[in-house]
């Protein structure tokens, strides 16, 4: 009967609070692994194919800019690397970038617009890195607000948010 009077309140936590009560502590939780932009195509060589992750990002020079965007309600600003400077790093030898989301989506961003713009990888959505359901874990984004002209449907199309791959052509 003891025994019973001792296990009866452990009993009655554990139906009340689930499996996470029953299990004692917890067991400490995986890191999620580092997000990679992956850079594959015509390269030159030896980055064939170049394999940044954010730490590696954030090792560019870093830009920001602040944007009103159709995505948001509100003015966002985002930061990164600037897409050139990400091209320069992987040795691209293209006119042509295939930019592919986690979803599978793609998007053709001419060479010539990371040149001619602005144009942002953004690790970082108002000082903080975004999360897959925020358009992270990477976003190439235009600058709208500093060049007005930007502001059409072909330049929004070209914006592509979770940005795994950039395939140069």
């Known amino acids: 009967m003891r025994v019973l009077q ?3 309140p452990c009993l009655f936590a554990c139906a009340l609070l689930g499996p996470a009560a029953a299990s004692g502590p917890s067991a400490p939780t995986a890191a999620r692994p580092d997000p ?3 850079v594959d195509g015509r ?3 030896p980055h ?4 940044l992750g954010l730490a590696a990002l954030d090792q560019l020079p870093q ?7 159709p995505w948001y ?4 600003t985002v930061s990164g690397p600037l897409l050139r400077d990400v091209l320069a790093l992987a040795g691209a030898d293209g006119t042509q970038l295939r930019a592919v989301a986690l979803n ?3 998007v053709v961003i001419p060479v010539e617009d990371a040149q001619r713009h602005r144009v942002i990888v953004a690790t970082r959505m108002d000082g903080q890195p975004m999360p897959v359901r925020d358009k992270g874990p990477f976003f190439v984004i235009y600058p709208f607000d500093a060049e007005p002209q930007l502001r ?7 914006s592509i948010w979770q940005l795994r791959r950039l395939t140069v052509e």
């Not at 064939?48 to 394999?51: A, E, N, T, V, Y």
């Not at 059409?152 to 070209?158: D, I, L, V």
């Open 104 to 106: 599978e989506y793609q």
């Open 48 to 51: 064939q194919p170049l394999r």
């Open 6 to 8: 001792r296990l009866l």
């Open 73 to 76: 309600r509100r003015p966002i």
């Open 36 to 38: 990679e932009l992956l």
């Open 43 to 45: 390269l030159r060589a």
């Open 63 to 69: 830009h920001s800019f602040t944007a009103d965007t």
């Open 152 to 158: 059409q449907a072909t330049y929004y199309a070209r």
